[in-house]
């Protein structure tokens, strides 16, 4: 399964547990670290571990492994490095706060419906 696959998957469990404003940046030429960044945000601390869960569960199903996690139990920015796609799944203040988007600006906002 490539990267882009993994993003789409991961987003369809996503959207599947009604994360909010769900954005794709591909990273693949400004950066080594990954090719796709995810980022969504839930609405409380139960929504945004459910939403974790669900992303881990669905890829897992789907023969990939979830390198690292971390912030699970706070729920306020949870990340999951799944290697060439990194799910950010946040509180939506913090992601106003962090703004991923604006630092990573040199990335490629992408649809996934495109890939």
């Known amino acids: ?61 789907a023969g990939v492994q979830l390198k690292q996690m971390e912030g699970y139990d706070n729920a306020n920015w949870v990340l999951l490095d799944f290697r060439d796609v990194i799910v950010h799944i946040f509180d939506r203040e913090n992601r106003l706060f962090y703004d991923l988007e604006r630092i990573w600006r040199d990335g490629r906002l992408t649809d996934p419906d495109s890939l």
């Open 1 to 61: 399964m490539n990267s882009s696959e993994i993003a789409k998957l991961a987003i369809g469990a996503l959207e599947d547990k009604k994360a909010e404003d769900i954005k794709m940046i591909d990273i693949s030429e400004v950066s080594v670290i990954a090719d796709y960044f995810i980022i969504a945000n839930g609405a409380n601390r139960s929504q945004i571990q459910a939403l974790s869960d669900h992303v881990e569960e669905t890829l897992g199903r």
